[in-house]
């Protein structure tokens, strides 16, 4: 009868439940999900104040050329945050052109620059098979903040 006994008790069970941990891993995939496109890299550049009427540009996102305070360009389709030399800016350019030959292309110049630096930027931009270049400006009737 003792033997009957213990055959009857049950064991421990050394298995992990892990239901709540992917649970708690969805949750974060989530989170991860909708905070990623917020969490977009950019260049702080003082734009001067200009009147004029936005630009449509269809559905494609334009290819913008950012021109720094400290005279140095970016790319927005370099998400790195770091300044580019006038060949690198040339040579990424002509490339994304070569794809899409319709891209609208714009160029944010900080209005602290010296605008040479900003022709300099158009120069290449034309050498690298640039047809029109926007500029791009803050309205003027905006708030200084």
Request: net charge neutral.
């Amino acid at each position: 009868m003792a033997r009957n006994r213990q055959r009857s008790r049950k064991r421990p069970m050394a298995e992990m439940n892990v239901v709540p941990y992917i649970d708690v891993m969805l949750v974060l995939l989530v989170i991860f999900m909708i905070t990623a496109p917020l969490l977009t890299q950019g260049v702080k550049v003082d734009l001067p104040k200009a009147e004029a009427e936005a630009v449509d540009s269809g559905d494609q996102e334009p290819l913008v050329v950012t021109v720094d305070a400290a005279g140095e360009y970016h790319l927005n389709i370099d998400n790195t945050g770091k300044s580019i030399d006038d060949d690198t800016l040339k040579q990424r350019v002509a490339t994304v052109l070569s794809r899409q030959p319709k891209r609208q292309v714009l160029v944010r110049g900080d209005k602290d620059v010296n605008y040479g630096r900003v022709v300099n930027a158009m120069v290449l931009l034309k050498g690298a098979g640039v047809e029109s270049v926007g500029l791009v400006t803050e309205p003027a009737d905006k708030p200084e903040k």
